[in-house]
């Protein structure tokens, strides 16, 4: 019989703060914070995926915002820093769109798909940021 986890068997993953992450990974949350993107996240993947340092997971309740999210990081990043994206995955459906910068990987997500997926709970063991809650004086895109 499985008896419940206890307060010292459960790991806690170590807290990222929004200072200790490249200035580009700030510029990506910014843009999302910016245009109301909603539980926006850092998760610092690479001790763990090696192929990427990386994820921000942030989400949107319809696809018109996930697609406004979407070209304002693109957008961001490319002016700021001069990054343009490897490859975009997901502009078909605007349901979840992947922004594959290489070292970092930018995850806007309807709210129903990014419960569906539970991206924090398949990376539970990494360190991460959670965003403050947006607020009310934001524009609207």
């Known amino acids: 019989m499985l008896s419940e986890p206890t307060e010292s068997s459960v790991k ?3 807290e990222l703060t929004l200072e200790e992450v490249p200035s580009y990974v700030q510029a990506a949350v910014a843009a999302l914070d910016e245009f109301q993107g909603s539980e926006i996240l850092i998760m610092q993947v690479g001790d763990v995926l090696g ?13 018109r915002l996930v697609r406004k999210l979407v070209d304002e990081v693109e957008a961001r990043l490319k002016t700021d820093h001069d990054m343009p994206p490897l490859r975009v995955e997901g502009h078909d459906a605007w349901q979840w769109v992947l922004i594959d910068y290489g070292g970092l990987v930018v995850h806007v997500m309807l709210d129903e798909t990014r419960q569906l997926y539970e991206l924090e709970r398949l990376w539970a063991d990494v360190p991460l940021y959670r965003c403050p809650a947006p607020s009310s004086s934001k524009q609207a895109p």
Do not use: H, K, W
């Open 12 to 14: 806690i993953p170590p």
């Open 51 to 63: 192929i990427v340092e990386y994820f921000i997971v942030s989400s949107a309740p319809n696809t």
